[in-house]
């Protein structure tokens, strides 16, 4: 007999279940290495992307409000997830990329549309940029601006990361998750002191796999103007996380975006503010099927003009 007795365990399925809401939480083998993922629905493919030491299940929302139309998928990201990393190789946007490549292959998916959160907005732009016959649109939400002072909010998050997980006290975490909304949720403190012991169980190779990341920022400034598929950018107006990418820089360098600004909204657009986002991201791609569908503008030569 495991840990749980029998009817523990039968408890414990359903309440699994009713957690994902009839997602399939699946495993798929890239070079010999084992990566999780959660899967629902039939349809065009939805590829979603979380942030660092985010999640696959913070996805749960989005995910069971498209199943009845679209083939939804969210991966734990090697390097942006607590429990998810490279065996050898290391976490850089290039190979991130590559293993996000095969990952849409195993699907046998065509074109996906991509949603993002925070830092893995810039695999998702990265991707996009470097592979567009593989993407169909991208949402980004919350995108950091990595540009900035020569790549300081990489630094600022790595040190902010660095002193959350450098203390058993729970404090910076709180502070942390406070700062990630513009109204907070309460946190109990078990909650807390929980999440604390598993990113420092993590701590080392966490901080590593962020310098990593944060060592490509050159390669996304270099990519970011080459993307040509039709994009939405979500922001909140409150993000005390990060100084992000505003809609001036989507104008110079990704003419044909779609930009909402949701009010009273944190860093967490998709947590604080699920039916929004739910409710643009629909509009945006069901225009960006209609001008799929009708092909680009000749005086454009793009798809991904969307306007209201």
Known sequence: MSFFESQELKSLSRYVRGYLGGLRSLCMDIEGEEFKYLEGGEGDTLIFLHGVMGSKTQWRTLMQAYTSHYHVVAVDVPGLCLHQSFAQKKHTLRQITLWLERVVTRLRADRVHLVCHSLGCAVGAYFAA?????????????????????????????????????????????????????????????????????????????????????????????????????????????????????????????????????????????????????????????????????????????YGIILD
């Not at 040509?228 to 950018?233: G, R």
């Not at 909402?260 to 604080?272: A, D, I, K, M, W």
């Open 130 to 302: 470097t592979r567009p016959e593989m993407v169909k649109s991208a949402a980004f939400l919350s995108f950091p601006d990595v540009f900035s002072n020569k790549g300081q909010v990489f630094r600022n998050l790595l040190a902010e990361m660095d002193n959350v997980v450098s203390t058993a006290d729970i404090a910076p975490l709180a502070d942390y998750y406070r700062r990630s909304y513009a109204n907070p949720p309460s946190i109990p403190n078990i909650v807390l002191r929980y999440n604390l012991r598993e990113v420092r169980k993590q701590r080392d190779r966490v901080l590593q796999s962020m310098r990593e990341f944060s060592d490509s920022g050159p390669l996304l400034m270099a990519q970011i103007r080459q993307i040509k598929v039709p994009c939405l950018i979500v922001n909140g107006d409150v993000d005390n996380i990060s100084p992000l990418f505003d809609e001036s820089f989507w104008q110079l360098n990704v003419p044909g975006h779609y930009f909402v600004e949701l009010n009273e909204c944190g860093h967490l657009p998709h947590l604080e503010k699920p039916d929004e986002v739910i409710y643009e991201h629909r509009r945006f791609i069901e225009r960006v099927g209609k001008t799929e569908y009708q092909g680009p503008s000749d005086d454009t030569g793009k």
